[in-house]
């Protein structure tokens, strides 16, 4: 989500619970092994991680990193609808079927942890739980690896600057127009929004496959935050749905002319500004009301 990310010192606290676990085993086998000789730290059935002061701290772990990770993507979603022109490539659906699924070993980890109370826990009777935790680890590990190296680099989220976030700040000459309002009023979106409108029908900006609003804000030298304000309110709609739309509509021309009469699919939705046609059908049925090939049926009647 931010191809900038670097692992911080502070970072490095969510590791302190897996380390002194690691030193709590070399200490129960340091102690059990080669001190006493005999089993005294653990009780020779189960591993120390099957003791309920652990079992409950992970499980609490588990829930606790699942509610902020969610929480996480769900800003990211929101963030990337008013940043991004190809929002439905970035918003890393993998991630959400991995807390989906995430969410129902948390499920079985929580309603174990109540039957362990009066059933001694192990790995024989855990067994699916750690199969399910090996699939969905399996799972984002490949998903991660298939992504689009270019679309990643368009990735800079990082919540604690998105609303202050501004671009081309070395503009001072119109500082007093650059400043965001405490209020969106009638004036700002009359000045901007013919601005807007100038870049998308004169300009074509939406061909741009990768086009995001940050890549807008310098063309008009202004900054992301007003100028997704802007868009909300003079044209009704994200700034991800604004330029689908525009693509959608060139998408219509495109099977509408003769020179393009043989083009695939495919081939429109990459002339109309699209990287890939499963979010050119999305978009399509979502502006046009239609599937493109019913549409492309339509017009050859």
Request: aromatic share 16%.
């Amino acid at each position: 989500m931010n191809i900038d990310y670097k692992i911080a010192y502070n970072d490095y606290l969510h590791f302190i619970p897996g380390c002194l676990f690691v030193i709590w085993a070399l200490i129960v086998f340091v102690y059990d092994n080669l001190v006493v000789h005999h089993y005294s730290l653990m009780n020779g059935r189960n591993d120390p991680d099957f003791d309920n002061w652990y079992s409950w701290l992970w499980s609490v772990s588990i829930v606790v990193y699942l509610a902020l990770t969610y929480r996480y993507y769900t800003r990211y979603r929101d963030y990337i609808i008013d940043e991004l022109s190809f929002a439905d490539q970035a918003s890393f659906r993998w991630l959400r079927n991995f807390l989906l699924a995430y969410l129902c070993l948390a499920v079985i980890v929580v309603v174990e942890q109540f039957v362990a109370i009066f059933h001694e826990s192990n790995y024989v009777i855990s067994w699916y739980f750690f199969m399910g935790f090996a699939v969905v680890g399996y799972y984002i590990a490949v998903s991660a690896y298939g992504q689009q190296g270019r679309m990643l680099a368009k990735l800079h989220y990082v919540p604690a600057q998105v609303p202050a976030r501004d671009v081309n700040r070395s503009a001072s000459s119109k500082t007093d127009d650059l400043e965001e309002p405490s209020n969106l009023n009638y004036e700002l979106v009359q000045k901007w929004k013919p601005a807007v409108l100038r870049q998308l029908e004169h300009k074509r900006i939406f061909l741009d496959p990768e086009l995001t609003l940050t890549d807008l804000a310098k063309k008009l030298g202004t900054n992301t935050s007003l100028l997704s304000k802007v868009i909300n309110a003079g044209f009704g709609i994200s700034f991800n749905d604004l330029i689908n739309n525009y693509r959608v509509e060139e998408a219509k021309r495109l099977m509408a002319s003769p020179a393009h009469k043989q083009f695939t699919m495919l081939a429109i939705a990459f002339e109309a500004g699209f990287n890939s046609k499963a979010t050119f059908n999305r978009a399509f049925k979502r502006f046009a009301g239609e599937n493109p090939s019913d549409y492309q049926t339509r017009l050859q009647r």
